[in-house]
T-cell receptor, first 109, second 114 residues
Framework: RKEVEQDPGPFNVPEGATVAFNCTYS??????FFWYRQDCRKEPKLLMS???SGNEDGRFTAQLNRASQYISLLIRDSKLSDSATYLC??????????FGRGTSLIVHP | ETGVTQSPTHLIKTRGQQVTLRCSSQ?????VSWYQQALGQGPQFIFQ???????GRGNFPPRFSGLQFPNYSSELNVNALELDDSALYLC?????????????FGPGTRLTVT
């Protein structure tokens, strides 16, 4: 089993839709969790950290479920500009980050 | 922009050659991590440098080596290049390990090995 797993997609949704991605991790001792966004042929950019209590930033909501060992990202009212690959990152006790392979989102008119 | 710079942006090398990639970290960051990203995959952790010492290493052979300098800039060296080394190499700077964990990436160096 991979340390961090994501459905590669693509998720193809119309503008205005709500879409959710999950990311599962295998190391129960993992301590820090993040979502990054990567546009085609560009570098990843931090989207948001994921806190135990969950957190929201505008149209984006991230949740952590330690019991089931997954994190989620919810995007409401999708925009064309949300089209990108969303990478989840999990950090273990040694602070070494592990990236998932990413989930591709395509938002169409 | 993150303030993290990498050079060169593109590079073509022949199998068996050696390559050095460079990274300047964001002001105030003393930790640099290097990643290899193959097409269609997520970034794979190579190693991390904190205060000029290697702080962790991923599953990469010893021909991948690095350095961090007193100004926190860093180099990634790859010896005996193989075709599978063709990828985007990303560096990311951050605050010390165990603080925020948030990383800021440079634009990457695209390496092609022929």
């Amino acid at each position: 089993r991979k340390e961090v797993e994501q459905d590669p997609g693509p998720f193809n949704v119309p503008e205005g839709a709500t879409v959710a991605f999950n990311c599962t991790y295998s190391n129960s001792a993992s301590q820090s969790f993040f979502w990054y966004r990567q546009d085609c042929r560009k570098e990843p950019k931090l989207l948001m950290s994921v806190y135990s209590s969950g957190n929201e930033d505008g149209r984006f909501t991230a949740q952590l479920n330690r019991a089931s060992q997954y994190i989620s990202l919810l995007i409401r009212d999708s925009k064309l500009s949300d089209s990108a690959t969303y990478l989840c990152v999990v950090e273990g006790g040694s602070y070494i980050p592990t990236f998932g392979r990413g989930t591709s989102l395509i938002v169409h008119p | 922009e993150t303030g993290v710079t990498q050079s060169p942006t593109h590079l073509i090398k022949t199998r068996g050659q050696q390559v050095t990639l460079r990274c300047s970290s964001q002001s105030g960051h003393n930790t640099v991590s290097w990643y290899q990203q193959a097409l269609g995959q997520g970034p794979q952790f190579i190693f991390q440098y904190y205060r000029e010492e290697e702080n962790g290493r991923g599953n990469f052979p010893p021909r991948f080596s690095g350095l961090q300098f007193p100004n926190y800039s860093s180099e990634l060296n790859v010896n005996a290049l193989e075709l599978d080394d063709s990828a985007l190499y990303l560096c990311a700077s951050s605050l010390p390990p165990g603080t925020t964990g948030e990383q800021y990436f440079g634009p990457g160096t695209r390496l092609t090995v022929t």
